[in-house]
């Protein structure tokens, strides 16, 4: 609710208020303005719902099918603020200055960045970091990093992991980082330049593209958003590899890649 | 041995032996090698394969 607030008006005190807040606290609480999607579809207008509703009603074939898979989970549900960067991934604006991510491009994007992954994975899963300080990506990245083997790094980033050969948690020969927020996870991505290893990125509407080499549009605050998108991340390069001969023999659920934290926005509701 | 430099697939200059420069294989086809010069990354300035003509990030 909070962000909804801080977006909508975008009061610079209640900003101000926050920042100083959240320096006090740890450091992952900057991030915790994860949307839940009851909150993110109220930020949209009427026709997008009227959208929703048609689809639901019929499902016709498997392209229908998933275009309402990223219509529910809301993986098109972008911000109201525009960098320069993501402008060539819209599809148009709300009535509410809500931006929408084109869900082709996401489509598109999801499987070459499961084609370049794909490469990294083969030649040593444990050498592909996958990192999320949101908290709702935590889960995701969790379950992508199990199911092919990857590394995750879901709490606090220790700085000089990927650059620093004297500590502890340092990680030799890192090949790809993937990480869901170029702005919660900068840490990482200021390494991975230093450390010249690729990033790949979720990219939300307010993102930049500095320093990333491979960006795929999407909600990358949502739960459901970030969970469809690891999901489909880690079917496609599992088919890819060879691990599974069809989408259906993926031994993962949807719900097994969301995290399971109930928004505080729905526990005030149930109180009531 | 001769000297064979990379071009950055970003602003075409050749990229000098020491550079932090990047490389990784064209997300799209993968047969082409993408390098990226530390500037043209650093200032998240696109890049297009020369085969696919895949333009990123
Ligand atoms: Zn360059
Ligand atoms: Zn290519």
């Known amino acids: ?272 | 041995m001769s000297i064979k430099r990379n071009i950055c697939s970003c602003c075409g200059r050749p990229i000098t032996p020491y550079e932090p420069a990047i490389h990784f294989p064209c997300p799209n086809c993968g047969d082409v090698t993408i390098w990226r010069c530390e500037a043209c990354r650093e200032r998240g300035k696109s890049y297009r394969c020369l085969k696919c003509e895949f333009v990123g990030p």
């Open chain 1, 1 to 272: 609710m909070a962000r909804k607030k801080k977006k909508s008006e975008e009061t610079q005190n209640i900003e101000d208020i926050q920042e100083e807040k959240s320096s006090l606290v740890d450091f992952e609480e900057d991030f915790e303005d994860d949307l839940d999607i009851e909150e993110e579809l109220e930020l949209l207008d009427t026709e997008d719902l009227s959208v929703l509703g048609e689809d639901k009603a019929v499902v016709v074939d498997k392209d229908e099918e998933k275009k309402n898979l990223f219509l529910s989970c809301g993986i098109h549900i972008g911000t109201k603020l525009l960098t320069g960067d993501a402008r060539k991934f819209i599809y148009r604006q709300t009535n509410y200055g809500l931006y929408v991510i084109d869900l082709t491009e996401t489509e598109t994007r999801l499987k070459i960045a499961a084609n370049l992954l794909s490469k990294f994975v083969d030649e040593g899963s444990d050498k592909v970091i996958v990192s999320s300080v949101r908290r709702y990506g935590k889960e995701p990245v969790k379950k992508f990093c199990e199911a092919l083997g990857c590394k995750a790094i879901t709490t606090r980033f220790i700085p000089g992991s990927l650059t620093n050969p004297n500590i502890e948690t340092y990680i030799r020969d890192a090949s790809v980082v993937v990480i869901v927020d170029p702005h919660a996870d900068k840490v990482i991505l200021n390494e991975a330049q230093l450390a010249r290893v690729p990033v790949v990125s979720l990219f939300d509407t307010d993102d930049s593209l500095k320093g990333i080499d491979l960006a795929i549009p999407a909600n990358n605050r949502g739960k459901k958003a970030l969970g469809l998108a690891f999901w489909l991340l880690a079917k496609e390069i599992s088919i890819q590899l060879g691990k599974i001969s069809s989408e259906n023999d993926f031994p993962y659920t949807l719900e097994d890649f969301t995290s399971k934290i109930v928004p505080l926005y729905n526990k005030q509701q149930s109180r009531r």
